[in-house]
């Protein structure tokens, strides 16, 4: 691993922070903090910290000697000094004299000595900083060193590579007893360059920035040294049937089978995400990868992550589809057998109240194809997948030495359900459609940007399907929450199969489908063209269709449920003058809906439809509203205000309507008006 300290960027980030009155140490900290965290095999999602001793002053100008830390929270490779708080150094170093003190009583030790009483949490690791004499320390979770502690002899191995230049502290849970059991290493031996915590990572110090991150990257690249010396790493190939060869074509039935039930047809759904390369195939083609995953995560914090370690679905060389699916409904259901009983064991050693997590794997290998991060959001999933990569090449690394010996199941149940852990896991309550992949179409309109706003508002993950590409990335990146632009003209049942296939490669599956693409085409039925007429058509009811029929077939293989919802207009039922050739297919869209609702209502698919009227958008446009006006002799005022309500309905509560029907996991074949009132559109 190469060193990417430069002197001259060091200075600017001093230079820079200097203006905001931050000193130097605290500037050059954070600055060789972004180096390490900017390196995944070094720090991941939140992993790591890094401290510095230095001067700071409070907010009535005293200063004091305090250790600035790294934040709970705070993601290394884009830390600013606030994610580095200020914690007074003293109170810390006296703490070092008592013989117990509980994780409760350390975090609120720590943060009354905060210099900025609304700073972060610091690390849990703060006291184990404090309590080493050093100026500057680092601490990483690298997968080179975790090669070396994941071993039954991992102090012996430790010694062959390193010598004396690092201390070797034995697995100990993070907290206060590891703070004081490292110092006590250190001060057995304080010639020591940085410490090895067995089963977890490294700690590196020194009086300088520099000199603390260069022992990090010396003592990382000596352990890469080591793992290029080992045995070559098992490579057997897994082959996967034509029909399975693929992630798009396991990804619906392992959402499918990932999905918690909470009564009939209701269900938390999980995301996925793919990675493949050659190191990952490496690892999960080879032949024992099922008991290398049993053996558990690399390092306890990951635990949070991918909970006891991942889940193998076996390579079906001769599987077909059908018998796949029931294969991976029985591993998963094994999976969370196995995590049940690991939690039952392991809770009755003591009496701490606790609650059970979901028992959802986070992480599943897949033999001949790659590996699927899970998690309830797209981050979620992306993060599970990050760390299965970095568990991947540690475990490869450690199996290259001597043998892959994590954490025991009980120390790491201690870490999973550890009270300071769990708080980082506490946010906010999921969304109503979190864990739900949408799909929007004539997602550039009015109606359909405001609908795939509202839905990601709502945690859903959102694809937005336009014929203009450029309009739909643009919407969906407004609409936020990982929400995806894909071009495609719905008319061509190939471009919505290869839209669909995008969706499912990025997210897993699809749940809610709002088919909301159309035109307006006007003129009188006895004398409008047949070519306009099919026109319509094609747009106005056979891309609904088209839509449906291979959404419908996702939804199937999910076996989840799902939502149909479409666009009917209130032209469905109340046809207006010289507009027969966009009344007529909507008239069979709406009964489309129903249809749908008929024939799939027994898989748990819902179809249902909005009919509105007179919405400002790219099919009404001003020219339109114009038009329709003088056909009924209405004001443009007159025209967008008539209706029993007297006001002006918009695409937003358009959009409401389409949401309502994404939530109401009761209701089918229902049509909801949306047009301010008006009786002669009004359903009987």
């Given at each position: ?6 002197p ?19 500037a050059e ?16 999602h ?10 700071a ?6 200063t ?23 914690v ?19 975090v609120?030790?720590?943060r ?7 700073a ?15 100026k ?6 690298s997968?080179?060193i ?8 991992s ?12 201390g070797?502290?034995?697995y ?9 059991a490292a ?74 089978a990932?999905?918690?039930a ?12 793919f ?6 195939r490496?690892?999960?083609?080879a032949e ?23 889940m ?7 599987a077909g589809?059908a018998?796949y699916?029931?294969v991976?409904?029985?591993r ?26 979901d028992?959802?794997?986070r ?5 001949g194809l790659g590996?699927?991060?899970v ?15 970095m568990?991947?090449?540690?475990v490869?690394?450690?199996e ?9 199941k009980?120390d ?7 009270s ?7 946010g906010?309550a999921?969304?109503?459609?979190t864990?739900?992949?949408?799909l ?21 993950h ?14 969906a990146k ?7 632009g894909?071009?495609?003209d719905?008319?061509?049942p ?8 995008a ?13 909301n ?17 099919r ?9 609904h ?12 293989e ?12 209130k032209?469905?039922v109340?046809?207006g ?19 749908y ?14 009919n ?14 114009e ?5 009924r002799g ?20 358009v959009?409401r ?15 909801t ?6 009786i ?5």
């Amino acid at each position: 691993m190469d060193t990417l300290y430069d002197p001259k960027t060091a200075q600017e980030f001093i230079t820079r922070y200097a203006e905001r009155g931050i000193n130097a140490d605290w500037a050059e900290r954070v600055y060789t903090t972004r180096l390490l965290g900017g390196e995944p095999r070094l720090v991941l999602h939140g992993g790591g910290n890094t401290s510095v001793k230095t001067t700071a002053t409070d907010l009535v100008g005293e200063t004091w000697d305090v250790l600035c830390v790294k934040g709970s929270g705070w993601d290394m490779g884009v830390i600013e000094p606030e994610g580095l708080p200020a914690v007074k150094l003293g109170p810390l170093l006296k703490a070092r004299a008592l013989d117990t003190l509980s994780d409760e009583d350390m975090v609120a030790l720590q943060r009354a000595n905060l210099i900025d009483p609304g700073a972060p949490n610091p690390s849990v690791e703060t006291l184990l900083h404090a309590f080493l004499p050093h100026k500057f320390v680092d601490h990483t979770h690298s997968t080179a060193i975790l090669a070396l502690v994941d071993q039954d002899d991992s102090r012996a191995l430790c010694e062959e590579v390193y010598g004396k230049r690092l201390g070797f502290v034995p697995y100990i849970m993070p907290g206060f007893a590891l703070a004081k059991a490292a110092a006590e290493v250190y001060d057995a031996d304080p010639t020591v360059e940085g410490l090895l915590l067995d089963k977890h990572g490294i700690f590196t110090f020194g009086d300088t920035a520099k000199q603390a991150y260069d022992r990090m990257i010396a003592f990382v690249s000596m352990a890469e040294e080591r793992i290029a010396r080992g045995k070559p790493q098992p490579f057997v190939p897994a082959r996967l049937p034509a029909e399975l060869a693929s992630p798009r074509a396991i990804a619906p039935m392992l959402r499918g089978a990932l999905a918690i039930a909470h009564g009939a047809r209701r269900f938390d759904r999980m995301v996925l995400s793919f990675r493949t390369s050659d190191a990952i195939r490496a690892l999960t083609d080879a032949e024992n990868v099922e008991e290398l995953a049993r053996r558990g995560v690399s390092t306890p914090d990951l635990s949070i992550r991918i909970k006891t370690g991942p889940m193998v679905l076996p390579a079906p060389e001769r599987a077909g589809l059908a018998d796949y699916r029931a294969v991976i409904e029985e591993r998963v259901s094994q999976y969370c057998a196995a995590y049940e009983q690991y939690f039952a064991t392991n809770d009755a050693r003591d009496d701490v109240a606790r609650t059970m997590l979901d028992p959802m794997p986070r992480l599943v290998l897949v033999p001949g194809l790659g590996m699927f991060g899970v998690g309830r959001t797209q981050k979620e999933a992306g993060v599970a997948a990050d760390v299965g990569e970095m568990w991947v090449e540690a475990v490869r690394g450690a199996e290259a030495v001597a043998r892959f010996s994590p954490v025991t199941k009980p120390d790491l149940f201690d870490l999973e359900y550890w009270s300071l852990e769990q708080a980082k896991l506490k946010g906010n309550a999921p969304k109503p459609l979190t864990g739900q992949v949408a799909l929007v179409t004539g997602g550039a309109g009015a109606i359909g940007a405001a609908t795939a706003a509202l839905l990601a508002a709502n945690g859903a993950h959102v694809a937005v399907l336009d014929l203009d590409g450029a309009a739909a990335q643009a919407v969906a990146k407004r609409a936020g929450n990982g929400a995806i632009g894909l071009e495609c003209d719905v008319t061509d049942p190939a471009a919505i199969a290869e839209a669909i296939d995008a969706v499912i490669d990025r997210f897993g599956g699809l749940d809610i489908v709002v088919s909301n693409a159309g035109a307006a085409f006007e003129g009188a039925i006895g004398t409008v063209d047949d070519a306009l007429l099919r026109r319509s058509f094609e747009l106005n009811f056979f891309a609904h269709q088209n839509l449906a029929k291979a959404a419908v077939a996702v939804m199937a293989e999910q076996k989840t449920g799902g939502a149909l919802l479409f666009n009917a207009s209130k032209q469905a039922v109340n046809p207006g003058a010289n507009f027969g050739a966009y009344g007529l297919p909507k008239a069979a869209t709406l009964f489309l809906s129903r249809q749908y609702a008929l024939e799939y209502g027994a898989l748990g698919i819902r179809a249902n439809a909005v009919n509105a009227d007179r919405i400002r958008s790219g099919l009404l446009t001003p020219e339109m509203i114009e038009s329709r006006s003088k056909a009924r002799g209405l004001s443009v005022e007159q025209y967008l205000g008539g209706n029993l309500l007297g006001v002006e309905v918009t695409a937003e509560d358009v959009a409401r309507a389409f949401l309502h029907h994404a939530l109401a996991d009761r209701t089918t074949a229902d049509v909801t008006t949306v047009d301010g009132g008006n009786i002669a559109a009004a359903l009987r």
